[in-house]
């Protein structure tokens, strides 16, 4: 029995990894899809929404899986850029090992906030957001730690705490768009699933 219970478990956990895995590369691959342009000039990536609702759902290992696909598309898409900051993501300690931090950071705020008693869907819109923001942080240490010149002859001498003030606005709506969407995506989950389990308990 317990062996069943962990091979279902580890199917669902590579369920997740899979599925969100594929949704990432798609929105990496098409930016019509990962990216939502405001008609201000604003453009709100979706390219990290995949790996935090992974984190909520499947937990730390899923979540550092998806944030390491995330990473290795933005990898490839630095591969293909011709200048700017992106061509400095050709760096897998850039474009890589944030992203995986971003999947570990999601599910441990996350499962801390449980702990504390946090709803499920109140818990992952509060996880979402600070894991967002925390994202924009690990980015901008990133680049400033490995490609610490390039950024700063591109940003004509401007130090780390100016490039995250330019980073901000983006990362806020980013962080806001993030926790709706996942506060929504496991509400509608959470809800599905107690139907279910009443269903069960009627029949």
């Given at each position: 029995?317990?062996?069943?219970?962990?091979?279902?478990?580890?199917?669902?956990?590579?369920?997740?990894?899979?599925?969100?895995?594929?949704?990432?590369?798609?929105?990496?691959?098409?930016?019509?899809?990962?990216?939502?342009?405001?008609?201000?000039?604003?453009?709100?990536?979706?390219?990290?929404?995949?790996?935090?609702?992974?984190?909520?759902?499947?937990?730390?290992?899923?979540?550092?899986?998806?944030?390491?696909?995330?990473?290795?598309?933005?990898?490839?898409q630095a591969?293909?850029?011709?200048?700017?900051?992106?061509?400095?993501?050709?760096?897998?300690l850039i474009?890589?090992?944030?992203?995986?931090?971003?999947?570990?950071?999601?599910?441990?705020?996350?499962?801390?906030?449980?702990?504390?008693?946090?709803?499920?869907?109140?818990?992952?819109?509060?996880?979402?957001?600070?894991?967002?923001?925390?994202?924009?942080?690990?980015?901008?240490?990133?680049?400033?730690?490995?490609?610490?010149?390039?950024?700063?002859?591109?940003?004509?001498?401007?130090?780390?705490?100016?490039?995250?003030?330019?980073?901000?606005?983006?990362?806020?709506?980013?962080?806001?768009?993030?926790?709706?969407?996942c506060g929504?995506?496991?509400?509608?989950?959470?809800?599905?699933?107690?139907?279910?389990?009443?269903?069960?308990?009627?029949?």
């Amino acid at each position: 029995m317990k062996t069943t219970q962990i091979n279902g478990s580890l199917n669902k956990k590579l369920a997740i990894i899979g599925a969100l895995g594929a949704l990432t590369v798609l929105f990496g691959l098409l930016p019509i899809i990962g990216y939502i342009r405001l008609p201000w000039g604003l453009a709100i990536t979706l390219l990290h929404i995949p790996t935090i609702l992974g984190a909520i759902l499947a937990g730390p290992t899923a979540g550092a899986a998806i944030g390491v696909i995330f990473g290795l598309t933005s990898l490839y898409q630095a591969s293909q850029s011709t200048g700017g900051l992106d061509i400095l993501f050709v760096n897998p300690l850039i474009s890589v090992l944030p992203r995986l931090l971003l999947g570990l950071t999601a599910a441990f705020i996350f499962i801390g906030l449980l702990k504390v008693k946090f709803t499920k869907p109140v818990a992952s819109t509060v996880a979402a957001v600070l894991a967002t923001l925390c994202h924009t942080l690990f980015v901008a240490l990133a680049l400033y730690i490995f490609a610490g010149s390039q950024v700063s002859a591109l940003m004509s001498g401007a130090g780390i705490g100016a490039f995250i003030l330019m980073l901000l606005p983006n990362a806020v709506a980013e962080s806001i768009t993030a926790g709706i969407i996942c506060g929504a995506v496991i509400g509608v989950i959470n809800a599905t699933a107690g139907r279910k389990s009443k269903l069960s308990q009627e029949s």
